[in-house]
């Protein structure tokens, strides 16, 4: 299973870095993809990086102020997130894929975790 924390209620500007610790399975078999649920809207793929840590992949909307990364020895991949704006508020989710695609499917993840709260006030 994949456990997501370090979600919580930051102002405009501020940072806030989510884990997503693996446990049951081997994290370095997998690309491990980060997405966000706003309310009422769908999923959006935020980020993504390879098995290896050799690439990684952003949406527009994060390029810059997010850096996605992890740590296969600890089973744990991260997401930094940086200058959050009130439009990153969501719950956001990690998710383990045989290859780096920010395209949500439903269904479709080898693991996906329970997701952890996100809220950036104005």
């Known amino acids: 299973q994949l456990v997501e924390s370090g979600g919580g209620l930051v102002q405009t500007g501020n940072s806030l870095k989510l884990s997503c610790a693996a446990s049951g399975f081997t994290l370095g078999f997998y690309d491990m993809a980060w997405?966000?649920?706003?309310?009422?809207?769908?999923?959006?793929?935020?980020?993504?990086i390879s098995a290896n840590n050799s690439s990684t992949i952003y949406a527009d909307s994060v390029k810059g102020r997010f850096?996605?990364?992890?740590?296969?020895?600890?089973?744990?991949?991260?997401?930094?997130?940086?200058?959050?704006q009130p439009e990153d508020t969501g719950v956001y989710y990690c998710a383990a894929e045989d290859a780096c695609d920010l395209k949500y499917r439903r269904g479709w993840y080898d693991y996906w975790g329970q997701g952890t709260q996100v809220t950036v006030s104005s």
């Open 35 to 48: 997405f966000r649920q706003a309310p009422g809207k769908e999923h959006e793929g935020v980020a993504c």
């Open 67 to 84: 850096t996605v990364s992890r740590d296969n020895a600890k089973g744990t991949a991260y997401l930094q997130m940086n200058s959050l």
